[in-house]
């Protein structure tokens, strides 16, 4: 009562002459296996659309507004969907601004989850860098890149990636 797909192997019989005279098929139902493809192509699509909603979300900071005498915008359209890259912003005072900019070697969700993890390891370290020196200036651009790298490098290495990273 409705359309199915089937693997088919069909065998000519050959009379005297060498000519076919009549064939013989072999067919399996394989509707099953041809649904269950669908249904994984659909579940990497939508794996696809989500690692694209949490690039979009956490990986990409919005710009500061009201920062005297700037004027910042930000754009990004990754080439092969989802991928790595990641920014943001931290405003330090009213004419003060850090911005991080990073890509994780690789595409896909896998690389989209590493940047969270450093974009999140920077706030972190951001955070207790300036708590534990509450007297001393905001910490260093080198303060906070090697307070990163000390702490990431070896995880990077056990997953096999690498980041590229400017503060």
């Known amino acids: 009562g409705r359309p199915y797909w089937v693997a088919t192997t069909m065998v000519p019989w050959l009379g005297a002459d060498g000519l076919p005279f009549q064939f ?4 399996t139902d394989i509707t099953s296996r041809h649904e269950a493809e669908a249904a994984l192509q659909q579940a990497r699509q939508r794996e696809l659309d989500i690692g694209e909603e949490i690039q979009q979300r956490l990986l990409f900071g919005r710009p500061p507004g009201k920062l005297a005498g700037l004027s910042i915008a930000s754009h990004t359209e990754g080439s092969l969907g989802v991928a790595g890259d990641f920014y943001t912003f931290t405003r330090l005072g009213e004419h003060t601004l ?25 706030r972190q370290i951001f955070v207790e860098l300036a708590a534990t020196h509450r007297d001393a200036p905001l910490p260093s651009p080198a303060t906070l890149m090697n307070s990163i790298h000390a702490q990431l490098t070896g995880e990077l290495i056990r997953l096999g990636v690498f980041v590229t990273m400017s503060l």
């Not at 013989?24 to 067919?27: D, H, K, L, N, R």
């Not at 900019?101 to 390891?121: P, Y």
Request: aromatic fraction near 4%; glycine fraction near 14%; avoid cysteine.
């Open 98 to 122: 850090e911005i991080l900019t990073g890509d994780v070697m690789g595409k896909g969700v896998n690389a989209a989850l590493i940047a969270a993890g450093i974009k999140s390891t920077y």
């Open 24 to 27: 013989v098929a072999i067919s």
